[in-house]
Nanobody, 111 residues
Framework: QYQFVESGGGLVQPGGSLRLSCRFS????????ITWFRQAPGKEQEGISC???????NYADAVKGRFTISRDNAKNTVYLQMSNLKPEDTAVYYC?????WGQGTQVTVSS
């Protein structure tokens, strides 16, 4: 059995930064492309960034230039560095590679 465990969320002021972590237990994360998703209250879940096995990255327009995805296969972890955060980034953030969903981590951007 394998699972994703997200962490690093919190309350931050507009313009601030956070780094989210996605730890993968039960399997080797280096074998999987990983996607970060988020779901804001009353909205559908959206994919915002992904990283391939080879380290190729992609970003949704809403986060491009502000968020950076990276992976540390030795730590079995994928990160999402978020900068210049905006109130519309408020959401629960999840990572996945097509398996079971974790609990997510709440990010709240508010002054």
């Amino acid at each position: 059995q394998y699972q994703f465990v997200e962490s690093g969320g919190g309350l931050v002021q507009p313009g601030g930064s956070l780094r989210l972590s996605c730890r993968f237990s039960g399997r080797t994360i280096g074998h999987y492309a990983i996607t970060w998703f988020r779901q804001a209250p009353g909205k559908e879940q959206e994919g915002i960034s992904c990283i391939s096995v080879d380290g190729i990255t992609n970003y949704a327009d809403a986060v491009k230039g502000r968020f950076t995805i990276s992976r540390d296969n030795a730590k079995n972890t994928v990160y999402l560095q978020m900068s210049n955060l905006k109130p519309e980034d408020t959401a629960v953030y999840y990572c996945n590679a097509g398996g079971p969903w974790g609990q997510g981590t709440q990010v709240t951007v508010s002054s």
